[in-house]
Structure formats: structure tokens, C-alpha cells
């Protein structure tokens, strides 16, 4: 086994995290970065799963609590000078310039998908994950209890929008975890960048999409939004999902350099109607903008589905003080029942509009 | 001996018989010797109403505003208060499934004690350990003991 030099140490990186993200994240983060280029630039020792599992083992056997795989993944005489140098600058560009972590590892696990990202596209927030997760498990049980369609003519799969895709996330998520046959998902989005990345991550995690997905470049704020829409599918939408941007421009000047050097602000920031106009200071107007599409798209008419009981708009909030607008303007547009979503910290995560009261 | 073989020629007759008929497939059992519950091992069985899920996540109002990274599985037996913990990826999905794992394996150790799968795996390392010291010992004498506690435990593949 070659010997590293002496300055290829781990030590200094860890403490340069720890000074950014605190002594366990900064532990966390350095053990994926390491496993990640032990991944993508080669990994010539092969003892790597063994050696933590058996030391897992013995201690669960000692009654000690079990440790993570940190003493396997931080294992320093392991990695060559072209990883050492990989790591020196992943570590500089996460303290020194704030770059975040998925777009240094290029990737986030969303589901059982892999969503590739890169810079300026939103990376999948796990509050996201939990509320496309959870409507998922709902659709899918729906689906199961569904009465058995005549045969020769099965039943017809729901249409679904994805607005304000960006990278796919949700679309695909759902697509994954969807039973096969069950929908028919279109993920849209102003940014021709944020489309070439959830095209490519289509691709990517091929194997596990269950059901089909296509993406287009539409501007939801435009004034033919909703014929375009419908062009689209013209046998009408069932549903619209999306996680569109709420920050307020208050907020966004207090958000971490994280954030707001890396990621696209129209991804964040509600943008004006009109160019001229002023932002919205509450952050709902694109909430607002969603439900009248969803209106002029005739989501919220009765009987329409085969099942009344599925939400027909699906919405992403930015915590209690969008849930009442959200909710007044979904009420406005002719939503005749509205439900709240909290996330695992308790804060109002989603909000979902029915058609039937 | 022959009896067993004759009860297997018999069974296998009858299953061709019915495969040939159409007939349902009779469910039969024979006697087997040398069965792997010897050491009295019982399976563990877990429920999945008894599995209390719990997601950690370190902050409280994130969503758009925040994209740190981390996700941290909680599951806890509630008949036996058994708790795991698991932080190891940055998958949901994956820090579940190793966290499922490691509750079997702690509800089988519980259960099972020496019987049980790690209970197995540790006396073999043990034994392994032990015949190395013995067969060092017998080529080189006692100073072979000192070379042989350096070896780490494992560096031999399972």
C-alpha cells in the first residue's frame, strides 16, 4: 500500500468544515465527499465494506452503540494524490465560496430516484421529497382501490402537471413511485437549463420510472399560458403539482451565501406578471398565479374524476403565513375544499385544493 | 438412510405424476436431517405496526430557504424499546433500508444471543483468531504471539 505524505491529512479539511457547518455535519459532509470520489475517481482497495461491517458487528455484539461508517469511509492511506487534490478544492469551494454540497457531489437522492444538479437549478429540498412522497403513497392507494375497469378499455391514467419543474424532481419522483399505467406526468418550466438537467436526469434514472414523462419549456406568468396548456393535453388535466417559488424578497436578502450565490432566483423569488411591475411582498403571487390556471384548465369542476376524493391542486408553501392567502385564492377560484400539510418540523409545508366540498 | 431415499423417490413421482395429471401440487413434507435450527435460533419477526418511523432533520423552517443536506431514519420497536439510528447517506430511502437492517439485527441479537447471526459470525472470528495464535505458535513459539495480535480482526474476507 502506497504511504501518503505527510501533508495529505484529513484532519485540516475537517477542521475547515467544522468551522463553516459545525463538528457533526462537517463530519458528515467530509465522509459523502470521500465516499464520492472514492466512487468517481477510483477506489483500489477493496476492504472497504468488510472491515465496517465487521467492526459494526463486534461492537453491536459489546454492547456498544453502533457507529456510522465513518471509520471505513475516513480511512486516510486510501486515497491517491488525484483524490487528495479533488477533496482540497471540494473542501475550499464549500467554506470558501459556499457552494453547496449537491452541486460539489453533483447529485441528490430524491425518492428512489438520483436527481443530478447543477448550478443555477433548485436543488430537491427533502420538505419536497416528504409531501411528493406522501401524495404518492395517497395516489397509489386510490389506484389500488379503484373499481375494476371493463376490460378492453382500462382505465385511463391521470393526467398530471408538474409546475415549475426545474429539475425534475417532482415529476420524476412521482413517475417512480406511481404504480405502472397509473399517470401520465408533464413536468414544465420557464428555464431552457432547467430543462436540459430534467431531460438528462429522465435518462438517468430510466430504470425506475414507472410511468411516462415528458418536459416542456412553457412560462407559467405568460398571458397564453393556459391554451398552451391545453394544447398540450387535449384531453384536459387531472391534476397540477408544483413547488413554485415562494421566498419573499425580504427573506431572500437574509438568505445564507449558500443559497443565494448558486441558486436561480426566479426558482426562489416570485417574479411580477408584468416586468414592470413590483415583487410581491407576501411571496404567494405565483400560489395565486397556479390557481387560476388551474381554474381556466377546469380543475375544479365536479364529477370530472374518476375518483372525487384526489386533490386536484397540489402546492409547495413557504410556512403559516402563505397558508390563508393560499387558501382564499384556491376558495376564489373555485376550489370547493382545501387541506394543510405540515412537514416533519411542524410548519405548514403544502397546501392541496379539492374539487368536491 | 435408504428410508428417506425411498420417501424422496416416492414424492418425486407422485409430483411428476400430478404436474403430467394437471393436479394441484401436493405440499409434503419430508424429514430433513441436519436442518439449520440446531443451534436454536428462532427467526425474528417484525411487524411493521410495532416500527415507529421518525425523520430527523437538523432545522426547523427550511424548505426553499435552506438546502443543507442531511437525513437521519429513527425507528423505534415499540415492544421491545429498541431504538436505531441511521445517518449514513443522503437518501431517505437508503438510510431506511440500512436502518431496518441493523433492527433485525439488533431484535436478533436480542433474541437469539449467541444463536444469532452476529452471535455465529463473532465465534468464527474468534476461532479463526484462536487457530491462527495456535498454528504461529506451534511453527515460531511463544514470541509469535506478539506478531499475531497485530493482525486487525477481519483481514480475511467472510
Redesign the interface.
Known amino acids: 500500500m502506497p504511504r501518503s505524505p505527510a501533508n495529505n491529512t484529513l484532519a485540516p479539511l475537517l477542521r475547515q468544515l467544522a468551522g463553516k457547518l459545525g463538528d457533526r ?1 462537517a463530519a ?2 467530509l465522509r ?1 465527499m470521500a465516499a464520492h470520489v472514492r466512487k468517481t475517481l477510483g477506489d483500489t482497495a477493496a476492504r472497504t465494506e ?2 465496517g461491517a ?1 467492526y459494526r ?2 461492537r ?2 459489546r454492547d456498544q452503540p ?1 457507529p ?2 465513518e471509520e471505513a469511509d475516513l480511512d486516510a492511506r486510501r486515497f491517491s494524490s488525484v483524490q487528495w487534490a479533488w477533496l482540497r478544492q471540494a473542501v475550499a469551494d464549500r467554506v470558501e465560496k459556499h457552494k ?3 452541486y460539489i457531489l453533483g447529485s ?2 430524491f ?2 430516484t438520483e436527481i443530478g444538479v447543477r448550478s443555477p437549478v ?2 430537491p ?3 419536497t ?2 409531501w411528493v412522497l406522501r401524495l404518492a403513497e395517497s395516489l397509489a392507494a386510490h389506484h389500488a382501490a379503484r373499481p375494476p375497469p371493463p376490460p378492453g378499455a382500462p382505465s385511463p391514467p391521470l393526467s398530471i402537471l408538474d409546475a415549475c419543474t426545474g429539475s425534475g424532481c417532482v415529476a420524476l419522483g412521482l413517475a417512480s413511485e406511481l404504480p405502472p399505467g397509473a399517470a401520465r406526468i408533464a413536468g414544465v418550466d420557464v428555464s431552457a437549463d432547467a430543462l436540459a438537467l430534467a431531460l438528462s436526469n429522465q435518462t438517468r434514472n430510466a430504470a425506475v420510472l414507472n410511468n411516462e414523462v415528458e418536459f416542456h419549456q412553457i412560462d407559467l406568468l405568460a398571458a397564453d399560458t393556459a391554451s398552451r396548456l391545453e394544447a398540450l393535453r387535449p384531453g384536459g388535466w387531472d391534476m397540477i403539482v408544483a ?1 413554485p ?3 419573499t424578497p425580504a ?1 431572500y436578502r437574509g ?2 451565501a ?2 443565494r450565490d448558486w ?1 436561480d432566483v426566479r ?2 423569488v416570485p417574479m411580477p406578471l408584468r416586468v414592470a411591475d413590483e415583487l410581491d411582498p407576501s411571496g404567494v403571487s405565483f400560489i395565486e398565479r397556479l390557481a387560476v390556471l388551474a381554474r381556466a384548465l377546469r380543475l375544479a369542476r365536479e364529477g370530472a374524476l374518476a375518483s372525487p376524493a384526489l386533490p386536484r391542486l397540489v402546492v ?1 408553501i ?2 403559516a403565513k402563505q397558508t390563508e392567502p393560499a387558501r382564499q385564492a384556491m376558495h376564489d377560484n373555485g376550489f370547493g375544499r382545501t387541506e394543510v400539510w405540515k ?3 411542524g ?1 405548514d ?1 403544502a397546501v392541496l385544493g379539492y374539487a368536491e366540498k | 438412510m435408504a428410508a428417506a431415499l425411498w420417501h424422496r423417490a416416492r414424492i418425486g413421482v407422485l409430483c411428476s405424476a400430478s404436474r403430467l395429471l394437471n393436479l394441484p401440487r401436493l405440499a409434503v413434507r419430508l424429514p430433513v436431517r441436519g436442518a439449520a435450527t440446531d443451534s436454536g435460533a428462532s427467526p425474528v419477526v417484525v411487524r411493521d405496526e410495532d416500527i415507529d418511523e421518525k425523520h430527523v432533520r437538523g432545522w426547523g423552517n427550511g424548505g426553499q430557504k435552506l438546502n443543507k443536506t442531511s437525513s437521519c431514519v429513527q425507528l423505534t420497536h415499540r415492544p421491545t424499546g429498541t431504538m436505531v439510528v441511521c445517518q449514513d447517506t443522503r437518501s431517505l430511502h437508503q438510510n431506511r433500508k440500512i436502518a431496518m437492517k441493523r433492527l433485525r439485527e439488533k431484535l436478533d441479537l436480542q433474541q437469539n444471543g449467541a444463536a444469532s447471526k452476529i452471535g455465529k459470525q463473532v465465534a468464527k472470528l474468534r476461532a479463526r483468531k484462536h487457530k491462527r495464535r495456535q498454528r504461529a505458535r506451534k511453527k515460531y513459539g511463544s514470541a509469535a504471539d506478539a506478531a499475531a495480535d497485530d493482525e486487525p480482526c477481519g483481514t480475511e474476507p467472510t
Do not use: C, F
Open positions: 455535519q458528515s459532509e459523502w468488510h472491515s465487521q458487528r463486534a453491536l455484539w453502533a456510522s461508517t453547496p454540497l449537491q441528490q437522492p425518492g428512489k433548485l436543488i429540498r427533502p420538505e421529497e416528504e413547488n417559488p415562494y421566498v427573506e438568505l445564507d449558500d443559497v441558486e426558482a426562489l409547495e413557504g410556512g412537514d416533519m418540523a410548519t409545508r
